[in-house]
């Protein structure tokens, strides 16, 4: 069992009720679930009754020969979000992909949707900006199993510092890492001047002052 979305897939039923639907074969110039999505497949769906302004966006689920599609999962509906409970008469289903599960980017080119993403790979030939981990993937949630390795990450100057700009972007600085090298981080500068100024050089020092 697969999530299946394709193009073009209409049919027509005359199920009435809150259950599964029965399909009654395509509409003209279109395709049917069975050629479009596939036995035992899940789709997005969406059902309209025009007549009755009853209308239902979900998720479905195709039987062994795609004859009847069973209302697994209720988006949206006419209904308050609930089931319909559908009037006889003519209705369509058809395939869709519901606004709240697409991703898509917006006017900025930017991604525009805070759902979760649960992919876990990532092309190889595909790289993620520094520049776009605080500042374009904010406000959504990462599956706790998935993981971007450094190898995906676009590359920056080699053996620099990190720093952060006051916009929260990150960037290589002009530190390099052996000048870190000469400064440890857990004690004060002053501390360290200290130790490693020797008795000779402290007299000489005093004497010059």
Request: charged share 15%.
């Amino acid at each position: 069992m697969a999530l299946v979305i394709n193009d073009r897939v209409r049919e027509t039923t005359s199920t009435a009720g809150s259950g599964t639907q029965t399909l009654g074969g395509a509409v003209d110039g279109f395709q049917t679930f069975a050629a479009g999505i596939g036995n035992d497949n899940t789709t997005y769906y969406a059902i309209s009754l025009n007549s009755a302004s009853e209308w239902e966006v979900g998720r479905g689920t195709l039987n062994s020969d795609s004859s009847t599609l069973a209302r697994t999962e209720i988006l949206q509906s006419s209904n308050s979000d609930n089931a319909v409970v559908f009037s006889a008469g003519a209705k369509e289903i058809f395939c869709t992909l519901p606004s709240e599960k697409a991703l898509y980017l917006d006017a900025s080119d930017d991604l525009a949707n805070t759902g979760i993403i649960t992919n876990t790979s990532v092309d190889a030939s595909a790289a993620i900006a520094q520049t776009k981990l605080a500042l374009d993937i904010t406000n959504s949630e990462v599956n706790a199993s998935a993981a971007i390795a450094l190898s995906k990450l676009a590359t920056v100057t080699a053996s620099r510092v990190l720093e952060s700009s006051g916009s929260g972007a990150v960037s290589a600085s002009s530190v390099t890492s052996t000048t870190l090298g000469f400064v440890d981080p857990t004690s004060s500068i002053q501390t360290q001047l200290d130790t490693k100024t020797t008795p000779g050089f402290a007299l000489a020092m005093a004497v010059a002052l």
